[in-house]
């Protein structure tokens, strides 16, 4: 777990020694709920929050905290936490910040579930979401804001479009503004891009997806830059300034920020202890340890999934059956310049294409595949398919398809990492299907 360590060597040691009790070079799952106390001194600093330990699983976990370490190494952080979904890593995350009567800024170009959650869930619990509909605008984003604005928040490579956002112009802009730039960098991943370089706050993940790999685990995650500081903006984050009543009257700002004897770890140690505990929403031991064994492979299976990805969206534009491929990594893309500033190894492997024939030619296309696998996941190292406008994002209705860019005959396509003719030659089928009356 040190600097001079390439990503490839901390993606398989970073944040695990030699397991203390029996030497075992592998991470142990250790499954249980409940931790040993050396004595009441120790407990009690446990719950005090003055020294760092595990107390009950809910909270943390040998095994998480293993995990964890390894994610703030490989995104570049001061500390991470692990949740049961992708879904609960971006509510918590966004509730760490956002309480009734505040108000977020995020992108448009997002996953259909996280747009639901802030147009629909927590505006019930006061938190209302300013969406900007093009991200390319700048000024937009600037616009949008409000003085109860309380962050920033938006893909880096989004689902299902492949938009790229500018995440340093915005980030100076949410600075500008005194709120933290939240990134999910789900599809990127951090071999592809690090968001925290370019001035993000945190980072989200899906860690279910590229992170894992494997598609055999839920697992959400959260990595603070450590970079900013609430203590700053004591009325517009009244949560991070005020005494915590429910554990012990702590000031996080004061007593885990900027001058603290932990660094700045505000942001984290908030979501952890109040958040965490709260809800609930805890990753398993079992769920954890299984993402360790996709990241051991990350850059390794990331290259694979980008080099056939590049391939299949310059095969697809040429293609008589297709009107329009959204990939970052396409010189055509409106996102291209992006891409090659942040992503520079590549667009990711996520995809999307309109076909010739709208509605009914998406479905003959996804029934006609054989090898793709016809699920809602992405990041997978097989390839998945769906048509997004009659299942991931139906709930939006026809006018919210319309300003969501979905289009009747649109398809998404998460290229997996099989042998390239095989992938290519499995869409010929769809295609092929596609023609049929």
């Known amino acids: 777990m040190t600097e001079e360590w390439s990503f490839s060597t901390n993606q398989i040691h970073a944040g695990q020694d030699p397991d203390l009790a029996t030497g075992s070079i592998s991470l142990p799952i250790y499954q249980t709920t409940a931790y040993q106390f050396r004595d009441t001194d120790h407990a009690a600093g446990l719950f005090a929050l003055t020294e760092f330990g ?10 998480q905290d293993a995990v964890e370490k390894r994610l703030t190494v490989l995104e570049g952080g001061v500390g991470s936490l692990l949740f049961a979904s992708g879904m609960a890593a971006t509510a918590m995350a966004l509730m760490n910040v956002a309480e009734q009567g505040d108000h977020i800024v995020a992108s ?28 390319h605008d ?32 915005i980030a100076k802009i949410a600075h500008d503004i005194g709120v933290p730039w939240i990134v999910d960098n789900t599809i990127a991943t951090p071999y592809v891009t690090r968001p925290i370089d370019f001035g993000a706050d945190v980072v989200t993940h899906s860690a279910t997806k590229y992170l894992s790999g494997h598609g055999s685990a839920l697992v959400g995650a959260v990595i603070d830059a450590g970079s ?7 009325e517009r984050f009244p949560g991070f300034n005020l005494p915590d009543p429910s554990y012990n009257n702590i000031t996080y700002a004061r007593d885990f920020g900027e001058g603290s004897k932990f660094g700045n770890l505000a942001f984290i140690t908030k979501c952890r202890v109040q958040l965490l505990r709260d809800f609930g929403s805890s990753v ?3 769920n954890a340890w299984i993402l360790a064994q996709g990241l051991e492979t990350l850059s390794m299976r990331m290259r694979s999934h980008l080099e056939n990805a590049q391939k299949i969206a310059e095969w697809l534009v040429s293609h008589p059956q297709v009107y329009d491929v959204a990939y970052g ?20 492997a996520v ?28 990041g997978d190292v097989r390839s998945l398919v769906i048509h997004p406008a009659s299942t991931t994002h139906s709930q939006l209705g026809e006018e919210g398809l319309r300003d ?7 398809i998404r396509l998460s290229i997996g990492i099989e042998d390239f003719d095989d992938i290519k030659g499995d869409l010929e089928l769809g295609f092929k299907a596609a023609l049929v009356d």
């Open 54 to 63: 595990h107390s009950y699983t809910r909270i943390s976990n040998p095994t």
């Open 284 to 286: 398993t031991p079992f």
């Open 351 to 378: 995809m999307s294409f309109d076909i010739k024939g709208g509605l009914e030619a998406g479905k003959k296309f996804v029934h006609g595949l054989k090898m793709f696998k016809h699920v809602a996941n992405i």
């Open 404 to 410: 969501a860019g979905i289009t009747p005959g649109m």
């Open 228 to 234: 900013f500081d609430f203590a700053k903006f004591p």
């Open 329 to 348: 990594g396409l010189p055509t893309s409106k996102w291209h310049t992006n891409q090659q500033k942040y992503a520079p190894k590549g667009g990711g």
């Open 108 to 135: 448009r170009n997002i996953y259909g579930g996280i747009y639901n959650l802030l147009n629909y869930t927590l505006p019930k619990w006061g938190v209302e979401t300013t969406f900007v509909e093009d991200a």
């Open 138 to 169: 700048l000024d937009s984003w600037k616009a949008a804001a409000r003085p109860n604005t309380k962050a920033f928040f938006g893909e880096g490579i989004s689902n299902p479009l492949g938009v790229i956002l500018d995440i340093e112009a």
